[in-house]
T-cell receptor, first 112, second 115 residues
Framework: GQSLEQPSEVTAVEGAIVQINCTYQTSGFYGLSWYQQHDGGAPTFLSYNALDGLEETGRFSSFLSRSDSYGYLLLQELQMKDSASYFCAVRDSGAGSYQLTFGKGTKLSVIP | EPEVTQTPSHQVTQMGQEVILRCVPISNHLYFYWYRQILGQKVEFLVSFYNNEISEKSEIFDDQFSVERPDGSNFTLKIRSTKLEDSAMYFC?????????????FGPGTRLTVT
């Protein structure tokens, strides 16, 4: 089975940097994705790591360490609109397996 | 920009009734999914669909559930006899290829309320 752990809530100040961690235990692992979900909205894809290291997409970066079963999402220059829930998700490595298993989500509150 | 659409946005039904949730995935995508999210909880995988058949399904996706792609554009989730615990937001998603299944595009969801 798969299990993912991430903090339930994080609060940060506008303009600051915040890091949301995710640790996972999986029977198979293909890669780690990050999704953003605003209240009442749909999950939106942010970033993906299949290999160790940092992936940068504008203000958002994501990091993966496969040996540590650990990843994080880094949000820089926080804006009020970044207030949302952030989910890490793993894709299993099984052949023909395309499902994503999501963590419970981290609710980020950006304050002025 | 192409997007996944879902109808209805909100469905209220009585326990024991059948419901059909509809989705139109992105037109050139090949892989389709249904997920559900109980209020305040995580997104849970239900089923994936490729080449007109189910690829995988979770334990949640029991005999009460079925999926269908009745034509070239629609993708439906049917719940035969709804239970109170089926109340949730149901999201349809699609992805373009197996290699990019980590990047799934989600629809706005259908909020199902079973009374």
């Amino acid at each position: 089975g798969q299990s993912l752990e991430q903090p339930s809530e994080v609060t940060a100040v506008e303009g600051a940097i915040v890091q949301i961690n995710c640790t996972y235990q999986t029977s198979g692992f293909y890669g780690l994705s990050w999704y953003q979900q605003h209240d009442g909205g749909a999950p939106t894809f942010l970033s993906y790591n299949a290999l160790d290291g940092l992936e940068e997409t504008g203000r958002f970066s994501s990091f993966l360490s496969r040996s540590d079963s650990y990843g994080y999402l880094l949000l820089q220059e926080l804006q009020m609109k970044d207030s949302a829930s952030y989910f890490c998700a793993v894709r299993d490595s099984g052949a023909g397996s395309y499902q994503l298993t999501f963590g419970k989500g981290t609710k980020l509150s950006v304050i002025p | 920009e192409p997007e996944v659409t879902q109808t209805p946005s909100h469905q209220v039904t009585q326990m024991g009734q059948e419901v059909i949730l509809r989705c139109v995935p992105i037109s050139n995508h090949l892989y389709f999914y249904w997920y559900r999210q109980i209020l305040g909880q995580k997104v849970e995988f239900l089923v994936s669909f490729y080449n007109n058949e189910i690829s995988e399904k979770s334990e949640i996706f029991d005999d009460q559930f079925s999926v269908e792609r009745p034509d070239g554009s629609n993708f439906t989730l049917k719940i035969r006899s709804t239970k109170l615990e089926d109340s949730a937001m149901y999201f349809c998603a699609s992805s373009g290829s197996s290699g990019r299944s980590y990047e799934q595009y989600f629809g706005p969801g259908t909020r199902l309320t079973v009374t």
